[in-house]
């Protein structure tokens, strides 16, 4: 089974990304993670230019999502929304119908108390407008820099909450490709 994570954020010291470069190790048997790192070369979301012949960084996301079982989003929080370079990604994927019927599971890291609550429901909504089952597993983790360490996760407390999320996904893929 083969999943897929994206981080929402270009930052080198992203709290996102050291979540989703923890999820490699975490991820339960029989389950890879693949890191989609092309977030940042993705262009501007322009429909004329969808229609026409998209650049082809988007046929590539594109095929990232249709090869994955399930997708794991990791978004920061931006003025109580998520990032522009994540929400312009999601819009690539809507005409391909990449994440339709595909399980997703959002998390969200941040250094405020919150954990990116506001983010992670802005995310979430976006994500079933896609049609994409988005799982009731989620994980905002507040404070997260005190929660890092090398650029990982290693509290055991958003670990164990982040093992939940991975596994939910595993179950959610394996139940689809059962059907």
């Known amino acids: ?11 080198n010291a992203s ?14 048997p029989g389950v890879t993670m693949e890191i989609y790192e092309g977030i940042g070369t993705l262009p501007f979301f322009h429909q004329d230019v969808e229609s026409e012949q998209p650049p082809a960084e988007v046929p590539d996301f594109r095929s990232w999502h249709e090869a994955a079982d ?7 929080e931006y003025a109580h929304g998520t990032s522009g370079v994540l929400k312009h990604a999601l819009e690539w994927v809507v005409g391909g119908g ?11 890291a941040s250094p405020s108390m919150t954990g990116g ?3 992670q429901a802005w ?15 989620r994980l905002p983790v507040a404070c997260a820099g005190a929660k ?15 093992r939940n999320v991975l596994g939910a996904m595993a179950r959610a893929a394996k139940e689809l ?3």
């Not at 399930?70 to 920061?76: G, H, K, M, T």
């Not at 995310?123 to 597993?137: D, F, I, Q, S, Y």
């Not at 360490?149 to 055991?156: F, I, K």
């Open 123 to 137: 995310v979430r909504k976006t994500l079933e407008v896609m049609g994409a089952p988005v799982l009731p597993e």
């Open 1 to 11: 089974m083969k999943s897929l994570a994206l981080s929402g954020s270009l930052r």
């Open 15 to 28: 709290l996102n990304s050291a979540v989703v470069r923890t999820t490699t190790r975490l991820s339960p």
């Open 98 to 108: 990449g994440l339709v019927g595909e399980p997703v599971a959002v998390v969200t």
């Open 148 to 162: 890092l360490s090398d650029g990982r996760v290693t509290d055991e407390s958003p670990l164990a909450d982040l």
């Open 70 to 76: 399930a997708v794991l989003v990791s978004s920061p």
């Open 177 to 179: 490709n059962e059907a």
């Open 117 to 119: 609550e506001r983010a």
